[in-house]
């Protein structure tokens, strides 16, 4: 038997890092207490032991990697990881205090509720690591620090693992009695591993013992895949019944009736800890307020038959026992609904299936398959319940606007044989919306002017759609929709594409196909949205801007993006000609049949915020100093976790700000940065306050005029900030830029190459970070640096969010 590694002395210096005390060892490292004179701050330095085998070199490599993609509050962020006399070393945070395995050590955690609050931090973190892709996979009281303010951090992810990963041979990895049953199986590593691990801490957080514990830790392993885990008897009288199947549902040994992501887990949580009506969606039968609306709609005459007839179709195109013939006999008892479905599977959008010349049903289904004409035929059959209705026009709208997400989803779905669910998912998001539209046209109307008060002095503030249906119906649109297509008998999985996924979109591709499914529905929502509230006008600019901030999660170009907004729009004339809905010339509807062209003059669409195109080992020249781009977004990532910490605290609007434009100042080596805020007098953007050369001078020269007369020349700078959209000019001397540059620019403030992000709450524009280079072209971004640029000023549009 092998005895511990002895107790190690303090390296004398490890990179610009100096060790001042010890903090733990473990069998591959030590951690110490260090100084960073730079910086001049505490961190925790990881040191393997020399003569370390490649494996763990490579293993604290594959962590470095991991975690330095992770920024969030409650994740312990990797400042740096070098080597050193072929050493190999690690630089956190440093976070004083213990664990939670400090804490359990003493017994229960305390309350119920101290345990729940604390779980949703660990919750939070896990949602942000999944979100960019990393599975923890040895998660445990041990690498759960508690620090002084009692915040949950996640550390150590020496084993995690990509969720792209899932393809590849796995081994059998984690910690004996924290890991998951398909984990110990060696299966393909996934966001519900972790939500296990949860699980199995928050029910030991309760109880205060361990809840699969064994001497032999291959017992431990074989219980888990063998056995249920469940909560022990004589939990404290906090742990009621709502709690314990919440909790017990994470423990569930079947992945496909746990819950699904750590976001379900914390909301669940949530729930209990804050009741509210507009949490998660329950049972129709458990909820009296959606039981209420369901018999409402049920003494209307045409939601029992358009109910039967869903089912119908749903469960004909589901079962593998039934046939074509079965399928086409259902569509041909409905005479009307067999004439416009044939109109549809003969305009151009299916000419790859054989589509232009097809007269039966029959040669539909065969062509089209079942869930083409699934997808076809519950379209049809909303759309003919609607036609009976007083207020049509505006059904016809939202029925379009729902056509049009779909149709957009279906574009944009990467696997062809995901196509159709990617419609209905996209088209069914907002069915709760489309129904009260339908039954409730009153409260539908009430949910709008809550949603888009009139813009006056004293108004009350608007509320998201989620509330203020929640408000007005007693449950939210999403949870209303989702009711109903548990009664259709809608699939588990197309349910759970029904739910739309908070937060903003992940920084890298969503690979699993569930989460995938709801991220492509709410985007295609989100455009369709843009497209029928916006002007045509400003639509294409819109959109593309829309694209930018979807086109990473969905991996997906930009191009790729505004090309297939264009084909989903085409499909959707189509379809609204074969479906005989007609629209008056003055109706919102007539938006979203326009075509997506820039608008006429706009030049600034080619200047938009891309990531330039990166070669070798790309640098950007600051004065006489060479900065490399990894160097740049280190720079940028650290200054994000400060100002992250920052606002965690009670913090001073003014100093984030300028936290904020120092980082952006030093990350990229501009020449200035200037932060301009709406004057409420004028409804200008002025310069407030800035870095760089001759700022005190420049900065107050800034004047952006937010309104103008109709017919009035709009500069560069007024129409990105109504446009709302990132803008690298990269070189403003070219002509169709120069002309657009407003009077003031040219004198003191005047720039060959410039950026610009505005800043807007509500969709209005309040303020603007400006930043500048002596050079044209000087300004190269990467797609890493640019995803930083938006994080910072996304934080700022959260300081002034969180100061008011």
Known sequence: MSSLPPVSQPPAAMGRFRPIKQLGEGAQATVWLAHDPRLDREVALKVLHKGAEPSSVDAWLHEA???????????????EADMQDGQAYMVFEYVSGGTLADKLRAGPYGRARDAVELMLGVLDGLGAAHAAGVVH??????????????????????????????????????????????????????????????AVMLAEMLSGQRLNYHPDPWAAVRRVIEQDLLLPHGLGTDVDDKLRATIQRGLARDPAQRWHTAREFHDALAEWLH????????????????????????HKTDFPAMSDAMGRIQRLTQSENESLASISNEILKDVALTHKLLRLVNTAQFSHAGGGGITTVSRAAALIGFAGIRNLAMSLILLERMENKAHAQQLRVEFLRSLMAGSLAREL???????????????????????????????AEQVRRITRP???????????????????????????GLGVARQWGLPEQLQRAMRRPDGEAPNRAVDAPAERQRWLARAANDVADVILHSDPSEAHAKVKAMAQRYSRALGISAQDFDTAADLARRNLSQMAEAMEIRLPKSSPGQRLLAPLTPAPGDSLSPHELHATTVMYEPTMVLDERQVS?????????????????????????????????????????????????????????????????????????????????????????????????????????????????????????????????????????FAMIYADKATPGGIDLGEKELSLLRTLRNQAVMAFKQAS
């Open 275 to 298: 009741p509210t009506v507009q949490a998660e969606p329950v049972d129709a039968t458990e909820n009296a307020t959606l039981e209420f609306l369901l018999r409402r709609m049920r």
């Open 413 to 443: 779905c990467s696997a062809t044989r995901e196509n159709e669910e990617a419609f209905l998912s996209a088209m069914l998001q907002n069915l709760g919306r489309l129904l009260t539209e339908f039954y409730f046209p009153e409260e």
């Open 65 to 79: 990697r991991a975690v330095a993609r992770l920024t969030h509050p409650n994740i312990v962020p990797v400042f």
């Open 629 to 765: 781009l990894e160097q740049a977004s280190e720079t940028l990532a650290a200054g994000i976790q400060d100002i992250t910490n920052a606002m965690v605290e009670n913090f001073k609007l003014n100093e984030v700000l300028r936290m904020i434009l120092e980082t952006i100042y030093r990350g990229l080596g501009f020449r200035r940065v200037v932060f301009c805020l709406r004057d409420p007098k004028t409804e200008t953007l002025t310069g407030r306050f800035g870095l760089g050369e001759g700022v005190e001078l420049v900065a107050p020269l800034f004047r952006v005029p937010l309104r103008h007369a109709p017919g009035a020349h709009v500069d560069l700078f007024a129409a990105v900030c109504q446009k709302g959209v990132d803008t690298l000019i990269a070189d403003a001397t070219v002509a169709k830029i120069a002309e657009r540059l407003p009077a003031w620019f040219m004198g003191a403030p005047k720039a060959p190459s410039f950026l610009i992000l505005p800043m807007a709450m509500k969709g209005a524009p």
């Open 454 to 480: 009139e813009r006056r002095e004293g108004a009350a503030a608007p509320l998201s759609e989620a509330a203020a249906s929640a408000q007005v119906l007693g449950l939210s649109y999403e949870q209303m």
């Open 137 to 198: 996979r040895d998660l445990k009281p041990s690498n759960i620090m508690i620090d002084a303010k009692g915040r949950a951090r996640v550390m150590d992810f020496g084993i995690a693992a990509w969720i792209s990963d899932a393809g590849r041979p796995q081994r059998v990895v984690g910690t004996p009695g924290y890991i998951s049953p398909e984990a110990a199986k060696g299966l393909a590593p996934s966001p519900q591993m972790d939500v296990f691990a949860s």
